[in-house]
């Protein structure tokens, strides 16, 4: 029975099977998390897979996992409009001073609320987004929609991205600093890797317009939060509007702080969930991937009784090695599909072992000899649930 660890709330009813056990234990066999960190004591020689609902895998350790055999799942796209709706929330609140209007209203006294809110409307008055021009940093799935929305609301759509996406929407700049100096509004798109760690620092804040505002939905260290500081102390751009609160951001001034509010949509929420569930159990039950960070995508018709699944490190001979040894059991070969994704190789092979007389003993000398493969990371043989 599989041992699934949840980091995060989820609800996990649908894995209360015969198959699958939601435990606390420190060895499972599978984890599911959203934003918060996966701690490296996890990554055991048991653990299978890291699904983390959402798309930012900054919080995993992907190399640890890679070199454990471990696949990491996330759910590109499934969270994308909310975040992309949140944005343009933000994008009008940062040029309309809804709040400080309505609280004004509210507070107003007497039986001429209309003639008093009216004379002192003056106080409140707003900029539009038409016309405009936005910068967006990072154009995939969310930095796409945006985009698209911006566009339409008559905006002229600046991006950056390190490839290039031949969009309609946008005009694709080819530095960063190129769109710092010339959007009004700047939005940070980008996952948190070692190449986008503080990209926005002191220096890109004298790129800006003293009049732009930066919105970040990436993630927090993108920017460095000392110099948005300084940067905003003298002048340098008006606002920061930030998805990921920081100590050293609370009560300053023009500092806007959102509790990590992206994904935060019932939709996007129960998306993101089913797509986990539906990553877990397919590759638990059948090790098929369809989408992984650091697995190739392998998907092959569970046709057969048994199935070997192989993550390896990618060599000439090594598949050679596999069908010896599976020669040597006189297990024949089914079916098979391999892929690569850089250094790394998967494969799925269907097998028969009770139709080969292949005993319990003889299967777990079968894998320790798989396993003792040179570039094997993670040897599984599978049972058809549904044979
Ligand atoms: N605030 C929130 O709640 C949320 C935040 N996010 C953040 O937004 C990021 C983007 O999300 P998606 O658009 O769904 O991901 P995505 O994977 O579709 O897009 C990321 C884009 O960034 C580009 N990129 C990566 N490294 C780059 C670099 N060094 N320089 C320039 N471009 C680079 C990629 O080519 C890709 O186009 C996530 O990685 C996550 O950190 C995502 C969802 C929710
Ligand atoms: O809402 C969440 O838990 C995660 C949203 C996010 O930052 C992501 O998907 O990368």
């Given amino acids: ?80 409009n909310a975040v992309k709706e949140l944005i343009l929330q933000a994008l009008f609140t940062s040029v309309r001073p809804l709040q400080t209007a309505i609280a004004h209203t509210a507070a107003l006294t007497g039986d001429d609320l209309q003639t008093q ?77 070692e190449s986008t760690r503080g990209i926005i620092a002191a220096k890109q804040f004298q790129l800006m317009k003293k009049k732009a505002v930066l919105l970040n939905f990436g993630r927090g260290a993108l920017v460095d939060d000392q110099a948005v500081i300084e940067a905003l102390n003298q002048g340098q751009f008006k606002q920061y509007i930030t ?39 397919d590759f638990l039950e059948t090790g098929v991937i369809r989408a992984s960070v650091n697995f190739p995508t392998a998907d092959l018709s569970f046709s057969s009784p048994n199935r070997l699944t192989v993550f390896f490190k990618s060599r000439a001979s090594l598949w050679n090695d596999v069908s010896s040894i599976l020669n040597r059991y006189h297990v024949p070969i089914l079916e098979m599909i391999s892929n690569t994704k850089g250094d790394y190789g998967y494969m799925l092979v269907n097998i028969n072992l009770v139709a080969n007389n292949v005993t319990t003993d003889q299967k777990n000398q079968l894998i320790n000899e798989l396993k003792a493969v040179t570039g094997t990371l993670r040897v599984r043989i599978l049972d058809n649930l549904n044979a």
Avoid: W
């Avoid at 759509?157 to 390190?162: F, L, S």
């Avoid at 994904?263 to 986990?276: D, H, I, M, W």
């Fill in 1 to 80: 029975m599989y041992q699934i660890k949840a980091i995060d709330e989820f609800n996990l009813s649908a894995f209360n099977d015969k198959t699958f056990q939601v435990s606390d234990t420190n060895t499972p066999d599978a984890i599911i998390v959203r934003s918060s960190n996966v701690s490296d004591q996890l990554i055991t020689p048991r653990l299978l897979l890291v699904a983390r609902a959402g798309i930012g895998t900054n919080t995993i350790n992907i190399e640890a996992c890679t070199q454990n055999g471990t696949a990491v799942f996330n759910t590109p796209g499934a969270n994308a």
């Fill in 117 to 193: 809110a009216e004379a002192t409307r003056y106080q409140f008055i707003g900029g539009e987004l038409y016309g405009k021009t936005i910068g967006i940093v990072g154009l995939g799935t969310i930095g796409q929609q945006l985009a698209d929305s911006c566009y339409h609301l008559g905006m002229q759509v600046v991006g950056y991205n390190r490839s290039s996406k031949g969009l309609q929407a946008v005009q694709q700049l080819a530095t960063i600093d190129d769109v710092l100096a010339v959007a009004d509004f700047v939005v940070l798109l980008l996952p948190l890797t």
């Fill in 243 to 281: 998805d990921f609160p920081a100590e050293a951001l609370q009560d300053q001034g023009h500092v806007v702080m959102l509790p990590h509010l992206g994904g935060n949509t019932v939709e996007a929420l129960s998306k993101s969930a089913n797509l986990t569930v539906k990553n877990m159990r």
